[in-house]
């Protein structure tokens, strides 16, 4: 080995707490990028091959009931490649020994030929058989949810007939990935069951022979969807079309895309934090590391080595930390990746995971830590090579100072020499002592970040299931149904209070936007369901007129007192102009409000109510659940609780991991830059430090000079990080203002306590360090050498 | 390569009143720093004694060494060895703050005749100057003992001069005992005794009849 690599061994060695330091940050910064980057390319390549070979629909329609002529008709429209016509079943399921009501849909298979579109991945099993009546395929997530296996029974409840299904086999689709009930804010797996049956039996059970009430088609490329679901709603629309839609609008796939949209953000953001504090670090440490060899570098160039050697010599040293970092971090990176994925296969359910790390993220990944540590460190690089052999020869010249803040400070006068010590050091390189605080600031940043979304999602959380759905029970009916009803329900034991809802389907429009969402009637002064405004009061529904969600309001560009077009996709299927009248605040969803008797007079149907909000009696429930049963008007009844407790727990989960890798990580930047910046500081100042021990100092009054200056630093940056932390927070949220959910800007003090206290953790052990280097002074040592 | 001993000092004996100006004199090497080191608290002899003021150094912990140099030795190095972030007064009052029975930082540079510098930065006043502040700085907190090792060694004979003038005053002034350590001959002139330190013991001790003023010495 050269000998000049000898002593860049050797230099690495001598520096190896704070070369360690620095590629623990690139580290990390690599793992997030590489972690991010193939989770998400992941799951995208996961999701494309899914979709391609289980040929997922590119445009969807459900109707009231179209005879099967109308799929010639269907499939002649320009651009459309295939067209599968379905049979789709609202149903009650009964699962032995699961008390709690379970809603179902049920989804027809050709029977005869394999689906042309939405193919079933088979985990167990078979197909259903469709020459026998019982068969069914049940989703995945619900046969676990009740430890379902092929074999096993289950009862349906289809047009208010009760049938025993035996399970041929379970399955997942490319429909169902994110399999939430249509209408319901948040996944439950084992409330909402999806299951498949032949399409003979099924269109039996629920009068739809030589019927379909639902389509999916695939169209060529090229083809704009909105032509086609232009085309698809005028030939629905008699055969009571619900508004057709395009892939992009399928809930499934919106919430995958929302995902995508939030994980590509995560492999920039994180990132660029790490490695920005990386450069920063590289920057401090190779500034000094040059400075305490200028003699060094005179004498290589008095020797005859070149300005590039030289240069090149320290990017070597540069380069091998930042080669170190990116080893390690995409090792971690891919650990964390698969894992990541995986925990994304807890709410989004595909049948494989195809893990791929493209050799695109790596280069990327690795050429923006190297590029980023080479533009840290480019100046004193080439400072280094140029400085001029004679003048190198000489000593630095004494650090100089200057009367400051001191001078102008009022309480200045009282305070002691160590402290004024600090303080000029501080006011000598301020620009350091900002990019110092700026880097440590980062990790709390990176915590608060990281972690407020716990808060949000808790806040979302509590405003629609505490504030906004006060009931514990829904239950709906199969159709529209008269108001009495409700009150045949109220009678049932177990039912302490109850009020009726009317919910429509309908498409609203004001200008060129549209929207498909539903339009649901309260009634006047409803107890168990509020809507709430910006302070989570209580809005009083008008007697006329509509609410709209806010951000219905927003998306649809129209303000209270505009008239809205509402194009009811139900019954009569009217249209109507609306007046706004106001907005209410919701984080899930959106959606229009009009009082009970208003929408039914829109309607024109009379009064009828589509189900009721019931709270129960906990001590009777299973008795209730069991008359409700017996009703043939119920479609099914939808119990919160249950599915909110799992959601939350899985949701915990997820968090409490995100979190111990965020407190990793973030205690990485905190350690790098306090270890770092004390580490340098000791070695910039030891021989002042030793001066004072010789002098008579103790150990303790001596590390209060080095460590009262990264104590200022530290507790400077908490304030900023926090605030950083909620810069990024909002900046992170940005994109998730959707009209799927609202993601608020929420941080509990209980988060910045947490930040606060993971960054002063790290930076007591920087400290712990260097008090024992400082200790570790020799104090003879360092008077004999000149600085 | 595990550690290597080297003895620096064996069979030394030597003493220092109250008073008196000693120059330790001897090539680099000879053991005279070490010498200096024991003195002032900053290192223990592995075997024999050493005592101040009744006091055995020699059997005192670290935290009763720095208390010793707290309280009673004055340091005074050949490279000055100021704070650089701090003024010319803030150096001498980081020593003061400390100790029990200290004169005023005013005071102490004055008696180094640096009284209308006492707001300048290390990097803006001279070598010369710098080493008075350090001097300064070492005896203003009135100890029994002053030790400075090559205190002109990087200064130019005038400037030379000019300290030694300011170490003297404070020896003659204060009475502290002051042991000055040199490779310089010429400074041995001031010294009331001076002690040829070689090869780590001590080759001869000579007294000097008179003390010649620094003023007359040149190098």
């Known amino acids: 080995m050269r000998a000049i690599n000898r002593k860049l061994f050797r230099d690495l060695w001598r520096m190896k707490g704070q070369a360690l330091a620095i590629l623990l940050v690139i580290a990390s910064g690599v793992a997030t990028a590489v972690m991010s980057i193939s989770t998400n390319d992941s799951l995208r390549l996961t999701q494309a091959v899914f979709y391609r070979d289980y040929r997922f629909a590119d445009v969807f329609v459900s109707m009231k009931r179209a005879p099967q002529s109308l799929a010639q008709q269907i499939e002649a429209i320009p651009g459309v490649l295939q067209a599968e016509t379905r049979v789709v079943a609202a149903a009650r399921l009964e699962v032995e020994n699961y008390a709690d009501p379970i809603t179902g849909m049920i989804v027809s298979l050709p029977g005869n030929r394999p689906p042309l579109l939405n193919r079933l991945f088979l985990r167990s099993g078979r197909l259903p058989d469709p020459d026998r009546e019982n068969e069914t395929v049940v989703s995945e997530t619900f046969a676990l949810a009740h430890t379902l296996h092929a074999g096993d029974t289950l009862s349906a409840v289809i047009n208010g007939r ?23 804010l948040i996944p439950d797996f084992a409330g909402y069951g999806i299951l498949w049956m032949a399409r003979k039996p099924l269109g039996a059970a629920y009068g739809m022979e030589g019927a379909f009430n639902d389509v999916a088609l695939s169209i060529a490329p090229g083809t704009n969807p909105r032509d086609v679901v232009d085309r698809l709603d005028e030939l629905t629309r008699r055969y009571g079309g619900r508004g057709a839609y395009a892939r992009a609008d399928q809930i499934s796939h919106r919430y995958l895309s929302e995902e995508f949209k939030q ?22 440490v190779v500034t000094r590391l040059i400075a305490t060899q200028r003699e060094q570098i005179a004498i290589l160039k008095a020797f005859g080595y070149r300005n590039v050697d030289l240069a090149f010599h320290y990017l070597e040293f540069v380069l091998l930390i930042v080669a170190a970092g990116s080893l390690v971090g995409i090792g971690a990176g891919v650990w964390l990746g698969r894992n990541l994925s995986e925990m994304y296969l807890d709410f989004y359910k595909f049948p494989f995971l195809l893990y791929e790390l493209t050799p695109e993220a790596v280069a990327l990944a690795v050429g923006i830590s190297a590029g980023s540590a080479i533009a840290g460190t480019l100046v004193s690089l080439i400072r280094a090579a140029r400085l001029a052999p004679a003048e190198a020869m000489q000593p630095a010249s004494p650090g100089r100072y200057h009367r400051g ?25 301020p620009v350091k002592a900002l990019l110092t605080v700026i880097g440590a600031s980062f990790a709390v940043a990176i915590l608060v970040s ?30 529209p149904t ?20 009317r919910s429509v389907p309908a498409r609203f429009r004001a200008g060129h936007r549209t929207y498909m969402t539903s339009l649901d009637g309260h009634p006047p002064g409803a107890r168990l369901r509020h809507l709430l405004d910006d302070r989570f009061e209580r809005v009083t529904l008008p007697p006329e007129g509509v609410l709209l969600t806010d951000a219905l309001a927003d998306l649809l560009q129209i303000r ?31 959606f229009g409000y009009m009082d009970l008797s208003a929408l039914n007079r829109l309607m024109r149907e009379g009064d009828l109510i589509s189900g009721a909000w019931m709270t129960t009696n906990p001590s009777t429930r299973d008795g209730l659940f069991a008359k409700l049963r017996q009703m043939p008007r119920v479609a099914g009844a939808t119990m919160q609780a249950k599915a909110l407790a799992n959601f939350q727990e899985t949701m915990a989960q997820q968090m409490l ?11 990485v930047v905190a350690f790098g830059v306090v270890f770092n910046s004390a580490r340098i500081a000791l070695s910039e100042r030891a021989r002042e430090l030793a001066s004072l021990r010789v002098l008579g100092f103790t150990r303790g009054e001596v590390a209060y000079i080095l460590i009262g200056e990264m104590a200022l630093l530290t507790f400077a940056a908490l304030p900023v990080g926090l605030l950083i932390g909620r810069g990024i927070a909002a900046f992170a949220i940005r994109n998730v203002q959707t009209d799927l959910f609202r993601v608020p800007l929420v941080i509990h003090p209980s988060t910045d306590a947490f930040a606060v206290g993971v960054v002063l953790v790290s930076a007591l052990i920087s400290v712990w360090l260097i008090k024992r280097d400082l200790d570790r002074l020799d104090l003879v040592e360092v008077l004999k050498t000149k600085e | 390569m595990g550690e290597v001993s080297v003895q620096a000092l064996r069979g030394v004996d030597f003493e220092l009143f109250r008073g008196e100006l000693v120059v330790l004199l001897g090539p680099s090497g000879s053991g005279k720093s070490t010498l200096l080191n024991i003195l002032g608290g900053l290192d223990r002899p592995t075997a024999g004694a050493v005592h101040f003021r009744g006091r055995n150094l020699s059997q ?51 008696m180094v005749g640096l009284e209308d510098r006492l707001d300048h930065f290390p990097s803006q006043l001279s070598g010369g100057q710098q080493q008075r502040v350090a001097i300064a700085r070492a005896i203003a907190k009135r100890p029994g003992v002053l030790l400075c090792d090559e205190p002109t060694g990087a200064l130019d004979s005038a400037t030379g001069v000019v300290v030694l003038e300011a170490l003297e005053r404070v020896n003659r002034e204060l009475g502290t005992a002051t042991a000055v350590i040199t490779h310089n001959a010429d400074i041995a002139a001031m010294a009331d005794r001076v002690v040829h330190v070689s090869d780590g013991h001590i080759a001869s001790v000579e007294t000097n009849a008179v003390r010649k003023s620094p003023s007359e010495i040149h190098w």
């Open chain 1, 450 to 479: 990281g972690m407020f979304f716990t808060d949000a999602v808790g806040l979302m959380i509590d405003v629609q299931f505490k504030l906004a759905n006060r009931y514990d029970l829904t239950v709906s009916f199969t159709e």
């Open chain 1, 560 to 590: 209270p007192g505009e008239l809205l077009t509402v194009e009811v996709l139900e019954g009569a299927r009217p249209v109507r102009r609306v007046p706004v009248v106001g907005t209410i605040k919701e984080y899930v969803g959106v």
């Open chain 1, 162 to 184: 009760r049938r025993t299904l035996v399970i041929s086999g379970i399955a997942l689709s490319p429909e169902f990935i994110y399999p939430i009930a249509p209408g319901s």
């Open chain 1, 405 to 429: 803040l001191l001078e102008v400070v009022a309480f200045a006068g009282r305070l002691g020499q160590p402290t004024r010590m600090i303080i000029r050091n501080l006011e000598r390189r």
């Open chain 1, 482 to 501: 008269a108001r009495r009803a409700a009150y045949s329900l109220s009678a049932l034991d177990g039912v302490e209070h109850i009020e009726p809802f």
């Open chain 1, 263 to 284: 994980l590509e953000q995560m492999a920039f953001l994180f990132p660029a934090i790490f490695l920005g504090v990386a450069a920063f670090l590289l920057n401090v």
């Open chain 2, 60 to 110: 005192a912990g670290d935290r009763e060494l720095t208390e010793y140099r707290r309280n009673e030795v004055g340091f005074v190095f050949q490279f000055y060895n100021l704070i650089p972030s701090l003024t010319a007064r803030e150096n001498v009052a980081i020593v003061t703050e400390i100790a029990k029975n200290p004169m005023k930082p005013e005071e102490a540079l004055a």
């Open chain 1, 657 to 667: 991991t995100f979190a111990f890798f965020n407190t990793i990580l973030a205690g």
